[in-house]
């Protein structure tokens, strides 16, 4: 299997080398934890290299998400400039939207003067842009945003099926956020963790007082990897992972 280079330091030392090419792996997080950062870390790390990036804003609209990064020493205009990262904001899949939308339209279903964006539809413009843009890697963030546009749970599990079934037809390497409730010792396992090839956990753990903020890959299939929670960092440059260092000594 190739591996390719996660861009977070330390984290390629866990998984033997990088992500596995072309596969879907899920990020797992509470609120805070990191997990937009590091998506977008993995974008940058990749535009840079020359390998094109698609970030696909599910809650908060683009220009925001790079507001709430903008304490990181990162500037992402030359890139987008350049074609090498892009930004589609799929916010209007939780609403129904009644404005035009500029190319990439993703608005199918005319409903009287109103327009709604489908799962379908945004399928569709995802892999319409990863052909014609050569994209390589995806940041879907957050997927929960998808998932609570349905009530009906076989209409959920659906939608679900279909989209992770395209980010692997894409061809692309996927990192998928998603936001952890509940405490992750007790966690009810998720259908998008059975259907990613990896499953990445970051969490804070309150260790002899202290606050520790602490990454585990939980899994990561066809790739030997480490199992221990390793305590991480996020500092001005982005997620460091101490992957020899324990949470619990
Ligand atoms: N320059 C910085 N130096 C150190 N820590 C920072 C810096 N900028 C942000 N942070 C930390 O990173 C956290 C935000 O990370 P991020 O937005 O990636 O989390 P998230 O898991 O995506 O959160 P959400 O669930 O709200 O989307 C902040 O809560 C803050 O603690
Ligand atoms: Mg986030």
Redesign the pocket.
Known sequence: MQLISTGIKGLDELLGGGFPKGKSILVV??????????L?QFLRVGAIADEPGLYVAM?EPPEQVKL??S??GWSFEELERNGKLLFLDATSLKKVVGTKVADHSFLEENIGSEFKMTVKSLIRTIMKIVSEENIQRIAV??ITSLMLRYGNVYRRRRAMLMFFDALSRSGCTSLI?T?LRTNILKRRFQLEEFLSQGVIL?HSLVHAGNVVRAIQIEKMRGIPHDTQFRPY????NGIEVFPRDRVFS
Do not use: A, C, H, R
Request: glycine fraction near 12%; aromatic fraction near 4%; proline fraction near 8%.
């Open positions: 997080g509470s609120p805070g934890s990191g997990k937009t950062t590091l977008m809650d709430n990064l304490s990181f963030d957050p956020s936001e970051l960092q996020i500092t001005v």
